[in-house]
């Protein structure tokens, strides 16, 4: 078993694409992309003919009752979504980005929220992820902070996508796991 997508439920779906991709660097899956395992795009990502974005699907009438019996809800089940991924990782994990189409609601997210409460994206440089992140407008919670997980020595820093759901770089300081 492992890690296939974590669904990140946004109420713009257009302004959290941009977000995922452009701010944070992931790749849509695409056709291309999920047979091949390269081919990612590059540069500024561009609508389809159809006015989709790269990666892009909408439920179809006809999924619509199977996914109401998969998630044991009623209603429309119309939905915007995209399988993102980081450039490295093509096999995943995905974010499974979706909007839902009859719209969203707002809910308090904390980091001591019980269930889901953060993503943690491991990264090689810490400052120099924060600094990206800054010049693209990103308000971090605090700058880089050096902790102690366990028996490895961490840096971390928490910002948060356009919904406010809690992201978090961490890099290993000390050289790798288990080391202080």
Known sequence: MKLFHINVVCMDFEKSYAFY???????????????????APTGPLTRLPDGRLPGEARTKDEDQDASRRALAMS?????????????????GPYI??????????????????????RLAM???????????????GVEFYSEPVLITLGATAIKIVFFEDPDGTVLEFVELAAGGWGKV
Request: no cysteine; net charge negative.
């Open 21 to 39: 991709t452009e701010t944070l660097g992931m790749v849509p899956l695409t056709r291309r992309t999920a047979s091949s395992g390269d081919g």
């Open 75 to 91: 209603g429309d089940m119309g939905s915007r979504g995209v399988l993102l991924y980081w450039p490295e990782m093509p096999q």
């Open 96 to 117: 499974d980005l979706l909007e839902w189409t009859e719209g969203g609601y707002d809910v308090e997210r904390t980091v001591k929220g019980t269930g889901f409460a």
């Open 122 to 136: 491991q990264v090689d440089d810490i400052e120099a992820e924060y600094a990206r992140m800054t010049e693209r």
